[in-house]
């Protein structure tokens, strides 16, 4: 498909779906009103798509450090915020699992390693309790030779339909910012809780590695946090909007 074709596409699916918001704007006024007829044409809104999105970290918990000093955390919940702007303008019900720099642990909860599986418990909660169509965990990767480069996806080894999304994911990252990105996409276990233990198509989406010192300046500027969110977002339309 052309790349114009592609955007009309996507386009028509966002418009769609922001109708079904207006939609539902106007029926709840009419349902104030008392208005009997119109009040029936509530039932036929068409209920917005749920998709989950997972900044990696946060509050005490870091995660990788960049060859700068700059922790994980920020970068992932940067990229995140820009998808859930994308995809909540075109209508989509964007749930996250933080919107600020914290951990989402039981309050009272003492100790980093207990606050940890509380928090990673509290964000399953958050993705199985939703409803959701997919869910992508936004994440830095780390290494110690510092060649290594490039996004790479890991997906629920036991669903198709992860592998889907992570190989669509990763389709996007060649598109528009690495055309010589050859990373393999990998199944995960139970090794990765979140992934694998989501009720629907889940990925986590390894932005670049922070131990590279050309592509950690790139993640820790603003304008390609920015990139990157549009990125997992453009792959987000494409994985619902291609099935
Ligand atoms: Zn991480």
Not at 161 to 181: V, W
């Amino acid at each position: 498909m052309k790349l114009k074709q592609k955007l009309m596409t996507y386009l028509c699916a966002g418009a769609v779906l922001a109708t079904g918001v207006i939609g539902g704007h106007l029926a709840e006024n009419a349902v104030k009103k008392g208005a009997e007829s119109v009040a029936a044409s509530a039932s036929a809104v068409v209920e917005r798509p749920t998709v989950v999105l997972d900044a990696g970290h946060g509050g005490a918990d870091g995660g990788c450090v960049s060859v700068d000093g700059v922790p994980e955390k920020g970068i992932n919940l940067s990229i995140m915020l820009t998808t859930r702007d994308i995809l909540s303008l075109l209508g989509y019900n964007v749930v996250c699992t933080r919107e600020t720099d914290v951990s989402i642990h039981d309050a009272g909860i003492e100790g980093l390693r207990r606050q940890k599986i509380s928090d990673m418990d509290n964000r399953l909660a958050v993705i199985n309790g939703s409803g959701a169509l997919l869910a992508v965990s936004i994440h830095q990767n780390q290494f110690t030779d510092p060649q290594y480069h490039g996004a790479q996806m890991f997906y629920r080894a036991d669903s198709d339909e992860s592998l889907r999304l992570a190989e669509t994911l990763k389709e996007r990252f060649r598109n528009h910012l690495q055309p010589e990105n050859e990373r393999e996409t990998k199944p995960v276990g139970d090794e990765l809780f979140l992934i694998h233990n989501a009720q629907c198509p889940a990925v986590m989406a390894e932005c670049g590695f922070l131990s590279n010192p050309e592509e950690a300046a790139k993640l820790e500027s603003m304008s390609y946090q920015r990139e990157v969110g549009f990125v997992i977002a453009d792959g987000i339309l494409k994985f619902l909007t291609e099935q």
